[in-house]
């Protein structure tokens, strides 16, 4: 587990000064396609027979998941993402 502490002071984008910040980890994952996108609803027809033959869901390598934490900011309380590190290898733990 990477501990990351409860508070951290660093710079906000809103404020445009270092400020101290609330921490809340978030991971990201891989979110699905627009159900209502052109590609997908032309896709989705092929499958149901209006065309030629088609190909299905081609199995695409997984990408690792991110370390991503969310900051709020104690002054303008608006938030914003950092990521702490490119791959999880360890999942990030706010400090107790």
Known sequence: MVIVPKQVKSYCPYCKKHTVHKVKV?????????SMS????????????FHGKVEGKVKV???????RVMLECTVCSKKHERTISGRM????????
């Open 26 to 34: 978030t991971t990201s994952k891989i979110k699905p396609g627009r």
């Open 38 to 49: 052109w590609g997908t609803r032309i896709h989705e027809r092929k499958l149901k027979g």
């Open 61 to 67: 390598k997984k990408q690792g998941i991110r370390n």
């Open 89 to 96: 290898k360890k999942k990030a733990e706010v400090a107790k």
